[in-house]
């Protein structure tokens, strides 16, 4: 297959970047959407070019730190699938297609596709925690929870802190990514202690990072490559509203 | 003392709650408003007496008509802040964006808000204060009912009417699931109701609001 990658460049965070056209042919069909950028690259640097940065890990989809848009969609027009499981076979031959970085005050660009995710460290590092007692392991089962709880909690736990929900979101909110650190803890018995204050605290930080409002549009939870639901942002606000009456 | 819960309202969250709980309070407005107005549909009498019992209310009616503009106006503050807040968090857009899951309500909501801001002035200006008089007839407080006819006897007035109408009734549909959303009434086995009391209410706001020019506009309704 051959295609056509229109790719922002951006030297550093201060740099104003903008997009380089670079055609690239014989790519096979089963080709991942980063390895399809390894081989740019290593074409680019054959002929003594920049090659092209970008973040990327495990590539099996379950580490949440690869990213970008890809044609106007936050990692891909495909439901829950993250860029590295993202296959060239979901384009056509001939294909242009548009690389830009995950776009927000809250996410800096560091260089080209690499953008300063660490706002959410922040969010997480401000209430994203249990405090426990340091000691033997407690017998399991110790503290019953009720099936639905563990499933739900699971559910906001699948959460891979990969940005897509910000970038995706016309607001560029970080509502789905701290509703979702919110609710999983809040499901489980172990998180009520700091349960008020948890929620004061991250959502607070979420606001000092420069995020954008919630209007509810729901295309957090269509570019979410582990699909999380918009009903977390809801259970966000009914633990800040406890807070704010009780807390 | 410090003020209880007022410091949820710097948060964006807070405000989208502020922002639901006015708009609640705007939109059982409509649904009241409409309602008496569709005694247009019953004869001058009717309607003019209904007027009659309204500001025979005095020191109660002013209280309602306090509530809903301040619930108004806040609905407007928290909306701008929020909007601003929004705008500020994406400084450089993207080169192309494709949306998959808003509605055109949704994507139509801070376009919308201002224009029936703007109808609402000219409303109030029509039919409240008779200041703005299209159809050329003098503005006469005590017959409400030959007031809208011979306004909507005006083609363009009707149909600015219809428009604004037609406005509402979006931004109604994606605000009362949304206002539901934002108080965190929000639950699956519910979910379906919310979205189909949001189409529902903005559905018979609509159709109701529009068939009165309507009715006008084809003579069904004639004035007194």
Known sequence: ?247 | MTWPVLGFFNTSTGKKVGMGVTGFVVVGFVIAHMAGNLQVFMGPEKLNQYAAFLVSLGGLLWVLRGIILLAAVLHVIFATQVTLQSWRARPSSYAVYRYQASSYAARTMRLGGPMLALFIIYHLLHLTFGVVQPAGEAFDPHHVYNNVVYGFQVWWLSALYIVAMGLLALHIWHGVSSMLQSVGLNHPKWNPWRFGLSALVAGAVALGNISMPLAVLAGLIQPA
């Not at chain 1, 996410?107 to 959410?120: G, M």
């Not at chain 1, 969010?123 to 499933?151: H, L, V, W």
């Not at chain 1, 948890?198 to 990072?209: A, F, H, P």
Request: charged share 25%; with cysteine.
């Open chain 1, 1 to 247: 297959m051959q295609f056509t990658l229109k790719v922002w460049r951006q030297a550093d965070r201060e740099a104003t970047g903008d997009f380089v056209t670079y055609p690239v042919d014989d790519i096979s069909a089963d080709t991942s959407f980063l390895e399809l950028l390894d081989i740019l690259n290593e074409r680019l640097l054959a002929r003594g070019d920049e090659p092209i940065a970008f973040d990327h890990d495990c590539r099996e989809g379950i580490c949440g730190t690869c990213g970008c848009m890809v044609n106007g969609f936050a990692h891909s027009h495909e439901r829950e699938t993250t860029l590295c499981q993202l296959h060239m076979r979901s384009f056509t031959d001939g294909e242009t297609i548009i690389i830009e970085p995950w776009r927000s005050r809250a996410f800096p660009v560091l260089k080209d596709l690499i953008v300063d995710r660490s706002a959410f460290d922040r969010i997480i590092q401000s209430g994203g925690f249990i405090a426990i007692c340091a000691g033997s392991a407690p017998d399991a089962n110790a503290t019953p929870i009720p099936k639905e709880a563990a499933d739900r909690a699971m559910d906001a736990a699948a959460c891979i802190g990969c940005g897509a929900c910000v970038a995706a979101c016309p607001n560029a909110a970080a509502m789905l990514f701290t509703s979702a650190k919110i609710a999983q803890l809040a499901s489980l018995p172990q998180g009520h202690p700091e349960r008020i204050e948890r929620v004061k605290k991250m959502v607070s930080t979420m606001e000092l990072s420069g995020f954008g409002s919630c209007t509810n549009h729901g295309e957090c939870e269509a570019a979410c490559p582990k699909g999380i639901s918009v009903n977390f942002i809801a259970k966000l606000n009914r633990e800040l509203i406890r807070a704010a009456l009780w807390g």
